[in-house]
């Protein structure tokens, strides 16, 4: 069933396209190394980053620093805690026989605490090759790890979710039972409360032992993935995982023992505390900032990047996460401005631990740790995306606007090829170009082409600022397509709807168009479907992959004929509509031709056609023959014939007044050929006419009329 729209299509000229990069969004789309990204879309060097030589593992799961710069990495699957100096030099320090090690703690006497899982257990390590378990909840997840100033330890637990206390003794007890899978995090706000977020269902709690629990804030997410606070009492939450619904929730504190006394202090030395890895179909996730009522507002959002860690810089008075599966770690005011302070090679930013002005990043997908510094780097890159130009297409010029200080530079090449992912059959990177007014690009012909960007700083105290880049480009012409072609039934067309001035919509006031202005204007009007006896119409779809301009040229020819005859020439819709009573009864064809001449100079336009399938044109009426009526013991006994020049006969009716039209099947059954016969008994009654009425309508609609009295 078709519904017709007219539309008045934007005319295209003959002109090559622009691919420009200009904005944050458009430069996230490419691969950056050493690069960081500005709220304002700039892209300049990025902090200095230094990698520091730890064994090789799966995965890097776990860290904590000392006061005096060493650090302990847990990781997974292989159960290993190692100990890396002050100088960077890594060694086995514990292994413990569960897979992975998920949270660390340092208390002040160099006391290393470490949460396993799975069959969670809480080992303590007071030397290397020395340490037992300190405490068994009988879980299977040990998430967080948080130590008290009074030597008390929290741990976050799952899957039965909740938050065990464990005095000094190693002696636990649960102090929140939650009735979700998972407490994941947690996080002193000050004396005596404590935050946790779960996993399940992302829910931020706020708790004191002995004390009923809180919802603080509820997250349509399935898991509170980190969080920290600021000097003012925010809170600031990362979430991701599926989407959920709220839903009433009953949450039910442990009580303590009566004898349990618990002062609440926080101490510096906490490691990080991470999740499964999700599945990389989807990354929802959210950042939020929540005010001490629990009043929420979202910062930051992503279907793309994943969150994994989070942590507040009181310095720079931003939020720093880090985030999977492209390896990215943002920065993000208060008020939601979003800069890219650094993409790596590997796929998640498991672990940020500020330490001074440091920060030490565990990194996943391969596993890595490095360090930040405030610093610059001296130099850095940016591959841009695959740009697609859907057909062989020959390059213009590339120009880009920059600030570029003394001692800094700026270097830009290009490569083409043929298929979407770069591979040796690509081109080689052109040499760089020089002249950011525009320089013609050097890569041959092809239907892909990327560019990259070297950044250099001979200083480290100066970076280039990159603001935009464009390039341009001619697609090779492609010669149209014709998508669809359908007949309509005959006798039924489309009223075109009435002209309209067109008026520029949301102006003060109503400005009409010049004509050449109406002609870049796109509208859309629904017509009207109505019958109209010796029509037949003719509708049909078609495109250009350069997005040229197209009309069609219409011809017509019989099916006894071999000349194609031209209806018309030009033509810019795509319905047409001819008067079927100007041409003989009989099977035509007719030839649809889409040219692309208004886009491309005389002698380079190409075209393409399409046939429709038969049109029968019958405009003559069905008939009667051999008609016979004799009445018979006060029955009419009814025979005859009906026939048709070119169509099909479709439906017969009788009538006999004062009854009502009745339909007749042949003798054979079925009304199937151009002539049928048929054969009838009606039985009479005395209120009957003695006139019988034969309606005989054909396969194009035709109705004849045959009378006969008896």
């Not at 005010?291 to 930051?300: D, I, Q, S, T």
Request: aromatic share 10%; with cysteine; net charge neutral.
């Amino acid at each position: 069933m078709w519904t017709i729209f007219l539309m008045v299509q934007l005319t295209l000229a003959v002109s090559p396209c622009r691919w420009e990069v200009r904005t944050k969004d458009e430069f996230l789309k490419g691969k950056l190394s050493g690069l960081s990204i500005s709220e304002e879309g700039f892209l300049s060097l990025a902090p200095r980053e230094e990698k520091i030589e730890a064994p090789s593992e799966e995965f890097y799961l776990s860290f904590v620093l000392s006061p005096q710069g060493e650090a302990f990495l847990g990781t997974g699957h292989g159960g290993k805690i190692y100990k890396i100096d002050s100088s960077g030099k890594a060694k086995l320090y514990f292994k413990v026989p569960e897979m992975d090690i998920y949270c660390l703690a340092l208390d002040n006497n160099g006391d290393l605490y470490v949460g396993t899982s799975p069959n969670g257990k809480i080992y303590k390590i007071t030397a290397e090759g020395k340490g037992d378990v300190f405490f068994n909840p009988q879980e299977k997840y040990i998430w967080d790890l948080l130590l008290l100033r009074d030597g008390h330890l929290l741990a976050a637990v799952g899957e039965s979710g909740g938050v065990y206390e464990i005095n000094k003794e190693g002696e636990g007890h649960l102090i929140l039972k939650a009735e979700q899978n998972h407490i994941l995090c947690l996080k002193m706000i000050k004396e005596g409360e404590i935050l946790a977020g779960s996993g399940g269902k992302g829910l931020l709690y706020k708790f004191s032992p002995g004390q009923k629990a809180s919802v603080l804030f509820e997250s349509p997410f399935e898991e509170i993935k980190d969080l920290d606070i600021d000097e003012d009492g925010n809170i600031y939450v990362g979430a991701g995982g599926k989407v959920t619904k709220p839903k009433t929730l009953e949450i039910t504190p442990a009580q303590p023992k009566p004898e349990t006394e618990v002062t609440i202090t926080v101490t510096p030395f906490t490691g990080v505390k991470k999740i499964p890895v999700l599945a990389k179909d989807k990354h929802p996730s959210a950042v939020y900032k929540v005010n001490p009522e629990g009043v929420a507002k979202k910062l930051w959002s992503s279907d793309q990047d994943l969150i994994y860690s989070l942590f507040w810089d009181s310095q720079e008075k931003k939020i720093i996460f880090g985030t999977g599966n492209k390896g990215r770690i943002f920065t993000l005011t208060k008020e939601g401005k979003l800069s890219l302070l650094l993409q790596k090679e590997s796929e998640q930013i498991y672990g940020l631990i500020p330490f001074g002005q440091k920060i030490y990043v565990l990194s996943n997908n391969p596993s890595s740790l490095t360090v930040l510094y405030p610093e610059q780097s001296f130099n850095g890159q940016y591959l841009s995306r695959v740009l697609d130009t859907k057909t062989i297409s020959s390059w213009g010029k590339i120009s880009w606007e920059a600030e570029v200080p003394p001692q800094s530079s700026l270097q830009f090449q290009t490569r083409s090829g043929n298929s979407y992912e770069p591979s040796q059959t690509w081109s080689d990177w052109s040499p760089p170009y020089q002249k950011k007014e525009g320089e013609q690009i050097l890569s041959p012909k092809g239907r892909y082409l990327q560019f990259k960007i070297i950044f250099k700083s001979q200083s480290g105290k100066v970076s280039p600022l990159l603001s935009k880049i464009s390039l341009f480009y001619l697609q090779s012409n492609l010669a149209p397509i014709i998508t669809k072609l359908e007949l309509l039934p005959p006798n039924q067309v489309f009223l075109k709807p009435p002209p309209q001035e067109e008026i520029i919509w949301g102006t003060e006031k109503e400005v009409s168009l010049t004509n050449q202005e109406q002609d870049k204007i796109k509208s859309v009007v629904i017509a009207k479907k109505v019958w109209r006896k010796g029509f037949q119409t003719v509708v049909w779809e078609a495109m250009d992959e350069n997005g040229d301009d197209v009309v069609f040229n219409l011809y017509l020819r019989r099916e006894d004929e071999k000349k194609w005859r031209m209806v018309k020439e030009g033509y810019r819709d795509k319905i047409y509509t001819f008067e079927t009573l100007s041409f003989p009864d009989g099977v035509y064809f007719l030839k649809i031709e889409a040219v692309d001449s208004p886009s491309n100079p005389q002698g380079m336009e190409l075209r393409t056609e399409k046939v429709s399938s038969p049109i029968v044109i019958d405009n003559s009426l069905p008939a009667v023959a051999n008609f016979q009526a004799i009445k018979n013991k006060g029955k009419l006994e009814v025979t005859f014939t009906t026939t048709d020049t070119t169509s099909f006969i479709k439906k017969v009716y009788y009538i006999i007044k004062p009854g009502n039209w009745q339909a007749v099947f042949p003798i054979d059954g079925l009304c199937d050929s151009k002539q049928e016969s048929f054969k009838l008994s009606i039985k009479l009654s005395k209120a009957m006419d003695n006139l019988i009425t034969i309606k005989i309508i054909d396969g194009q609609g035709n109705i004849g009329v045959y009378r006969h009295t008896f």
